[in-house]
T-cell receptor, first 113, second 111 residues
Framework: KAGVTQTPRYLIKTRGQQVTLSCSPI?????VSWYQQTPGQGLQFLFE???????NKGNFPGRFSGRQFSNSRSEMNVSTLELGDSALYLC????????????FGQGTRLTVV | LAKTTQPISMDSYEGQEVNITCSHN???????ITWYQQFPSQGPRFIIQ???TKVTNEVASLFIPADRKSSTLSLPRVSLSDTAVYYC????????????FGSGTRLSIRP
C-alpha cells in the first residue's frame, strides 16, 4: 500500500511569509501528527489530528496551525515565518488507537531566508 | 509523559549483534515501547513495538523486563546500512500523539 506522502519535499521562503505543508496519510489511517526536526532541538511534536479534530498539541506558538480534512489528509500552516522555523517537518499517520505504530513521511525541508 | 534515556552514540562492526538499552523509569501501565530508526533527511521508520517480555520480528528483537522500566533493542548481525539514529519511545498511543522523542542513539557500523 502507498506510504505517507508529504508535499512539497523542499521549500524556500522569506522571513515574514507564510507556508502550507501537506500530508496524505496511509489509506484507512485517521490520525495524522506533525513534528519539527532541527539539529539543535531534535524531533518535537507539533500537534495531532484525529478524525478532523485536534487531539493533542505541543508547545509551539500560535503561528503554527493545522487542520485535517474528511479524507484524513492534513495541512500544516506556519505564518509570519522566522529564520528559526527552518527545519525538516515530518508527518506521521496511524490508526490512532492504542498500540498501533506510526508511519512517517519523508518530510518537507523548509528553509527560511 | 514518560521520559526515555538512551546512550548518545554506539559503535560496532559488521556482522556483530548490537544491543541498545533504553531507560524509562516512569512508564505508565498502558504505555507501549516502540523503537524507530532514522536515516539523515528521512522520516523515522518503525522497527518494533512491545508491551512486555520479548518481541521478535524480521529485523530486530525487543527485550522488556518484568518491571518495564527499561527495554533493549537487539539488532542481529548488523551491516553498514544499519548506521542510523535509533529512538526509543514510550507512549499510550503509538500514533505519534503525546510522544516525546529523546535524543536517540547514533549507531555507527564499521567494516
Amino acid at each position: 500500500k502507498a506510504g505517507v506522502t508529504q508535499t512539497p519535499r523542499y521549500l524556500i521562503k522569506t522571513r515574514g511569509q507564510q507556508v502550507t505543508l501537506s500530508c496524505s496519510p496511509i489509506s484507512g489511517h485517521r490520525s495524522v501528527s506533525w513534528y519539527q526536526q532541527t539539529p539543535g532541538q531534535g524531533l518535537q511534536f507539533l500537534f495531532e489530528y484525529f478524525s478532523e479534530t485536534q487531539r493533542n498539541k505541543g508547545n509551539f506558538p500560535g503561528r503554527f496551525s493545522g487542520r485535517q480534512f474528511s479524507n484524513s489528509r492534513s495541512e500544516m500552516n506556519v505564518s509570519t515565518l522566522e529564520l528559526g522555523d527552518s527545519a525538516l517537518y515530518l508527518c506521521a499517520s496511524s490508526h490512532g488507537t492504542r498500540g498501533t505504530e506510526a508511519f512517517f513521511g519523508q518530510g518537507t525541508r523548509l528553509t527560511v531566508v | 509523559l514518560a521520559k526515555t534515556t538512551q546512550p548518545i552514540s554506539m559503535d560496532s562492526y559488521e556482522g556483530q549483534e548490537v544491543n541498545i538499552t533504553c531507560s524509562h523509569n516512569n512508564i505508565a501501565t498502558n504505555d507501549y515501547i516502540t523503537w524507530y530508526q532514522q536515516f539523515p533527511s528521512q522520516g523515522p521508520r518503525f522497527i518494533i513495538q512491545g508491551y512486555k517480555t520479548k518481541v521478535t520480528n524480521e529485523v530486530a528483537s525487543l527485550f522488556i523486563p518484568a518491571d518495564r522500566k527499561s527495554s533493549t533493542l537487539s539488532l542481529p548481525r548488523v551491516s553498514l546500512s544499519d548506521t542510523a539514529v535509533y529512538y526509543c519511545l514510550v507512549a499510550l498511543y503509538s500514533s505519534a500523539s503525546k510522544i516525546i522523542f529523546g535524543s536517540g542513539t547514533r549507531l555507527s557500523i564499521r567494516p
